[in-house]
């Protein structure tokens, strides 16, 4: 008896089901697992539905949700719990319905794939427009938070397309149909350099996408693992869909928490006192610090920087920088200065350290 047929009638019915219930069917994925169970218990040859592993192009979309962790740290675990899972149903609905399949969830975070395990000819630009209305999403989930006085939550949002390899993974006892490869990564790497509500794409999606969407001036960013810089832009809209990011946070660079011991030395007029004061850099920018110290310091107050930057193997000896703000917190003072004056090679430097860091948090 061929049972095939009437495994896949079984399929279709019960995709019919969980669209009824969910409002949404399973995806590719989930319905090659669900094809798979059916033939199992039909008596039909595992093999007919098994899904060889092999390398597929794919737009790999990564979501990740600002200040989550430190949110955990401060909220009840009913209101996290809600928060959560408030989020991912709204998401995985606007994901859905751009027929993207969700790889994983790890957390807070969530990736996405389009191109596997089906390819269409427009996958990238449901990529892209699926990034834009998660993120007018997370616009409306704030309003819903607030009227429920809940905190508000941010998403940054990182693609990139490329050659990977797509199949199920693992063993008999459990495997996993996902992708893997140096695109997978770069596609995470890049999501970490996008602030709230922004939605980065790698070079490679935008000449994928046909130069239909409004997209920022490229800018070069170093990453964990690449020795050479890549090229990202800021996807700002998609004229033709009348869709527009709804930007949340216009920070004037990414920010890396550090622990950095650190010398300062006070200035009077143009002379650098000798005596250095010790402190430590907990957060480092482009265009500035926040210092942990014991010794008093004072608002206006214009010092000079000591410190190594031993990532980029690059000792810093030129900075100077003005006391901005302070602050006291468990014991210690913290001081939040902005530089002043710093040569260009620093400046280099400075900003190849700081996305180091910032891709490989």
Same mark, same amino acid.
């Given at each position: ?37 059916? %033939?199992?218990?039909? $008596? ?7 899904? %060889? ?14 200040? #989550?962790? %430190? ?39 969530? &990736? ?35 009227? $429920? ?13 490329? &050659?990977?390899? %797509? ?6 006892? #459990? ?29 490679? &999606? ?43 946070? #216009? ?65 810093? &000896? ?34 190849? #350290? ?8």
């Amino acid at each position: 008896m061929n049972t095939e047929p009437a495994t896949q009638q079984a399929l279709s019915r019960l995709q019919a089901l969980i669209a009824r219930e969910t409002g949404a069917p399973l995806g590719s994925s989930a319905e090659a697992e669900a094809a798979a169970l059916l %033939a199992e218990v039909a $008596g039909v040859p595992a093999g007919g539905f098994e899904l %060889a592993v092999q390398q597929r192009e794919v737009t790999i979309l990564v979501a990740d949700l600002r200040g #989550f962790v %430190a949110l955990t740290a401060t909220q009840p675990a009913g209101t996290i719990v809600t928060m959560l899972n408030l989020c991912l149903v709204r998401m995985s609905e606007v994901i859905f319905r751009n027929q993207g399949t969700i790889d994983k969830f790890s957390g807070d975070s969530i &990736t996405v794939l389009f191109g596997a395990p089906e390819s269409r000819e427009d996958d990238v630009q449901r990529a892209m427009v699926c990034a834009v209305e998660m993120q007018l999403a997370m616009r409306d989930l704030n309003d819903q938070y607030q009227r $429920g006085r809940m905190p508000e939550l941010y998403m940054g949002i990182g693609l990139n397309t490329g &050659t990977v390899m %797509a199949g199920r993974f693992g063993s008999e006892a #459990f495997s996993q149909y996902t992708v893997i490869g140096n695109e997978v990564i770069l596609a995470s790497r890049i999501e970490a350099f996008s602030l709230r509500g922004q939605v980065l794409i790698s070079e490679s &999606t935008y000449q994928h996408s046909g130069r239909s969407v409004l997209v920022t001036e490229p800018r070069e960013v170093f990453v964990a693992g690449k020795m050479q810089p890549v090229k990202v832009r800021e996807l700002v809209a998609i004229p033709a869909r009348h869709l527009k990011v709804p930007r949340q946070e #216009f920070r004037r660079s990414h920010r890396a928490e550090v622990r950095i011991p650190c010398n300062l030395q006070l200035t009077e007029g143009t002379e650098v006192l000798p005596s250095p004061i010790k402190a430590n850099i907990l957060d480092i920018g482009y265009h500035g610090v926040l210092l942990e110290l014991d010794f008093p310091i004072e608002i206006g107050l214009e010092v000079k920087l000591n410190f190594d930057m031993t990532l980029v193997d690059y000792p810093v &000896t030129d900075i100077f920088a003005k006391v901005m703000k302070i602050k006291h917190e468990d014991g210690h003072l913290l001081a939040g200065l902005e530089f002043t004056s710093l040569s260009s090679e620093t400046n280099t430097k400075l900003q190849m #350290f700081v996305q180091i860091l910032v891709g490989s948090q």
